[in-house]
């Protein structure tokens, strides 16, 4: 596995995060802007955000992540089952004050506000789906209630009218901390779902990597966009796009959203 791109800015693109003492990876705070800018899209900027903790018998460390994994997996699959859109992302995690190797994890789970907004009924689900795993009746899954700002049934109502998408981003950026991080030998440390990236291209994905500012973002579904001129690429010619003159016109992100000029 490679080595985590640790940053210690107080701004992750837009958002105000956590920082902890030793950083911040940059490689989570990605998921989760990722995720969260998919959702809210998705959802008509409505959704329902909870934060679990999970302890398991350290008799089942070396299959835990496998076990987390298996069972968020499970838990997203039946919502959409049910035509409701749900993600999810996940840390391993060493407690501050731990004196021992034995590790927990902390999940966070963005659902369609619209259709869910009870963090007792989905860990009510999840509970299940785990015991099935582990063989016995297990209650490992225990919420973790806002500390601030728009608590509902011990979750967090993220909408447009609230305007709390940075707050959203901010609570769960917490899993992202450098310091607590638990990575045994050729174990992942965290996992997330991968529904933001279903039906898109590379080359959107390599679009949505530019597209930072949520000015830009919006932008997306609205205007015509000259794809050529924002990949850099002329499928006529399988080369860079190039002007009139000749030279090789690369554009900026904004410079190709925003042909005329930006209107704030």
Not at 91 to 119: M, N, P, R, W
């Amino acid at each position: 596995m490679g080595r985590a791109i640790i940053t210690k800015d107080k701004m992750y693109e837009e958002f105000i995060i956590q920082q902890g003492v030793s950083g911040t990876r940059k490689e989570i705070l990605e998921v989760i802007c990722q995720i969260y800018r998919d959702m809210w899209i998705k959802c008509s900027k409505r959704l329902y955000v909870c934060h679990f903790t999970v302890h398991l018998e350290s008799r089942y460390q070396n299959q835990a992540n496998d076990f987390i994994s298996g069972t968020m997996q499970s838990w997203r699959r039946t919502l959409l089952n049910r035509k409701i859109k749900a993600e999810y992302i996940w840390a391993s995690e060493i407690g501050e004050l731990s004196c021992d190797q034995h590790s927990h994890f902390h999940i966070f789970t963005i659902v369609h506000g619209k259709y869910l907004q009870s963090a007792m009924k989905i860990a009510e689900h999840l509970n299940k789906l785990v015991s099935r795993r582990l063989g016995e009746d297990s209650h490992v899954f225990h919420i973790n209630i806002p500390q601030k700002g728009n608590c509902f049934r011990m979750g967090k109502k993220v909408t447009g009218k609230l305007y709390n998408l940075d707050d959203a981003v901010y609570w769960t950026s917490y899993i992202a901390k450098v310091s607590t991080k638990f990575a045994p030998f050729m174990q992942k440390s965290f996992s997330s779902s991968k529904g933001f990236q279903d039906g898109v291209t590379p080359e959107i994905k390599y679009m949505l990597q530019l597209t930072k500012s949520n000015a830009e973002w919006f932008a997306w579904g609205g205007n015509y966009l000259n794809w050529e001129k924002i990949l850099n690429f002329n499928p006529a010619t399988g080369k860079p796009f190039t002007a009139e003159n000749g030279t090789e016109n690369y554009l900026s992100c904004t410079e190709a959203l925003y042909p005329h000029g930006r209107v704030d």
